[in-house]
Antibody, heavy 118, light 106 residues
Framework: QVQLQESGPGLVKPSETLSLSCTVS????????WSWIRQPRGKGLEWIGY???????NYNPSLKSRVTMSVDTSKSQFFLKVRSVTAADTAVYYC????????????WGQGTLVTVSS | EIVLTQSPATLSLSPGERATLSCRASQSVSTYLAWYQQKAGQAPRLLIYEASNRATGIPARFSGSGSGTDFTLTISSLDPEDFAVYYCQQRSHWITFGGGTKVEMK
């Protein structure tokens, strides 16, 4: 059974960098599109982007200028960085396994709340 | 950006009733459409992919149909565990999600 678990600070100051990691268990990180999706409280879902096991990444154009994703296949982990955060970046952040290029998401982490506040 | 519009925003039904949820795309997405269920405090769960294929472990009471711009998720007979929010997602041009339909108990 594939499991994903997000980890990282729950509070980030405005203008700083949000950094999260996702640990994958029950499967290798090969051949899937490891994704980040966020959800502001009480609102809908927003795809942030994905990183492939090769390290190639694809980002939502609306966030591309502030986002970097990477992967460490030896540790079965992948990572998200969002620079210059504002209150609008406050959300539950999910990591998910994506199937196919421009994927659907078949396994999700439980999500982690990140609040941007001074 | 392809906009997905879900309707209705809220559906009030009783257990055993049939639920019909709509997702309309601002331009054709072919059949590159998925449906997810999200319960309060939980991550979304994939129900349907490529418009009409049930994901692994999804009960047969869930079915999807449509192509192009108009899609439907049908729950043939609501089980108490089916009361949740449902989202559609397209992957034809980048990735976007609909705003969700809440299925609540009447």
């Amino acid at each position: 059974q594939v499991q994903l678990q997000e980890s990282g600070p729950g509070l980030v100051k405005p203008s700083e960098t949000l950094s999260l990691s996702c640990t994958v268990s029950g499967d290798s990180v090969g051949s899937y599109y490891w994704s980040w999706i966020r959800q502001p409280r009480g609102k809908g879902l927003e795809w942030i982007g994905y990183v492939y096991h090769t390290g190639n990444a694809n980002y939502n154009p609306s966030l591309k200028s502030r986002v970097t994703m990477s992967v460490d296949t030896s540790k079965s982990q992948f990572f998200l960085k969002v620079r210059s955060v504002t209150a609008a970046d406050t959300a539950v952040y999910y990591c998910a396994r994506g199937v196919d290029w421009l994927p659907r998401f078949d396994y999700w982490g439980q999500g982690t709340l990140v609040t941007v506040s001074s | 950006e392809i906009v997905l519009t879900q309707s209705p925003a809220t559906l009030s039904l009783s257990p055993g009733e049939r639920a019909t949820l709509s997702c309309r795309a601002s331009q054709s997405v072919s059949t590159y459409l998925a449906w997810y269920q999200q319960k309060a405090g939980q991550a979304p769960r994939l129900l349907i992919y490529e418009a009409s294929n049930r994901a692994t472990g999804i009960p047969a009471r869930f079915s999807g149909s449509g192509s192009g711009t108009d899609f439907t998720l049908t729950i043939s007979s609501l089980d108490p565990e089916d009361f949740a929010v449902y989202y559609c997602q397209q992957r034809s041009h980048w990735i976007t999600f609909g705003g969700g339909t809440k299925v609540e108990m009447k």
